[in-house]
């Protein structure tokens, strides 16, 4: 097996859900960066990009694990036939998974691609991925992997920081004037569609938690709805959201990002992420 369909058609629960994790916080962290230099206040400003910079962080730690696990599967196959990444590239590194993948191989949820629009609609984001990161990394650092638990560990305590300023801004702009309160609203309509896929377990969520490595993402979404619920109600924001405004069906939930079915926003993210590294292979900083 290749290097490359270890990577991009892999079988194996413990890479999916690795890169799974790695590519939710990439892509949020690259989304977060965006507002570096435009935030509302420069304390604001400097906040979302420290959360950024976590984000990547934390990809980092995933994406190495994950480039780990890839080379150290090669080292024991003896035959195979070259690959591109093999006969071009080396080694896989953290920098190969991030640049050069492309948008179906990425297996970030659909909610982290969506794109900012404005304050409140990014706090409303950040908010309700964190709650979700909270509680999974609470679970994840319990994982017989010892590799993985260990990163949850070590980013949980990040998290429970970007859960806490979420929570704050929602409660800030939800309470606050009649245009930040119509903004949050807003920004629900816009957003709670792609929620249910955090509690949706994929084909390799479910392997790797027979294993012993994953989490049962189903068993997620009760604390994380008492969460939302909680901080909503002091935000004076409805929930649950249903659709036409506050009236009728509950929303209909996106799905389809875990597994490389992703909306049109990723593409011009990867766009914008990846152009160096594929303009001029190889290059580093």
Not at 143 to 160: C, G, H, N, P, Y
Not at 168 to 188: C, F, N, P, Y
């Amino acid at each position: 097996m290749s290097r490359e369909k270890l990577i991009n058609q892999s079988t194996d629960a413990l890479i999916n859900c690795t890169l799974h994790l790695a590519d939710d916080a990439l892509i949020l962290g690259h989304r977060n960066s965006e507002w570096c230099g435009h935030g509302p206040v420069l304390e604001q400003d400097i906040a979302i990009t420290n959360i950024s910079l976590d984000l990547i962080g934390q990809a980092r730690n995933f994406y190495q694990y994950v480039a780990r696990q890839i080379n150290d599967f090669q080292k024991t196959e003896s035959s195979q036939a070259p690959s591109r990444l093999e006969s071009g590239l080396g080694e896989v590194t953290e920098d190969i998974l991030a640049y050069l993948r492309d948008n179906r191989e990425f297996k970030n949820c659909l909610l982290v691609e969506q794109p900012n629009g404005d304050w409140a609609k990014t706090i409303l984001r950040q908010f309700l991925f964190s709650a979700y990161q909270f509680y999974l990394y609470q679970e994840l650092q319990y994982s017989k992997d010892e590799q993985l638990a260990a990163i949850a560990e070590k980013s949980l305590k990040e998290v429970t920081y970007h859960l806490r300023w979420g929570s704050e801004w929602v409660i800030r702009l939800g309470d606050g004037t009649d245009e930040s309160h119509q903004r949050m609203l807003k920004a629900i309509e816009e957003l709670w569609m792609y929620t249910g896929e955090l509690f949706t377990a994929t084909a390799y969520e479910s392997q790797a938690v027979a294993e012993g490595s994953g989490v049962d993402v189903r068993l997620l979404k009760a604390p994380w709805e008492e969460k939302i619920e909680e901080i909503f109600s002091e935000a004076t924001l409805p929930y649950p959201p249903l659709s036409g405004g506050g009236k009728g069906e509950a929303v209909f939930q996106q799905t389809g990002g875990k597994e490389g079915k992703h909306t049109e926003h990723l593409g011009y993210i990867l766009a914008e992420l990846q152009f160096m590294q594929r303009a001029y292979p190889g290059s580093e900083w």
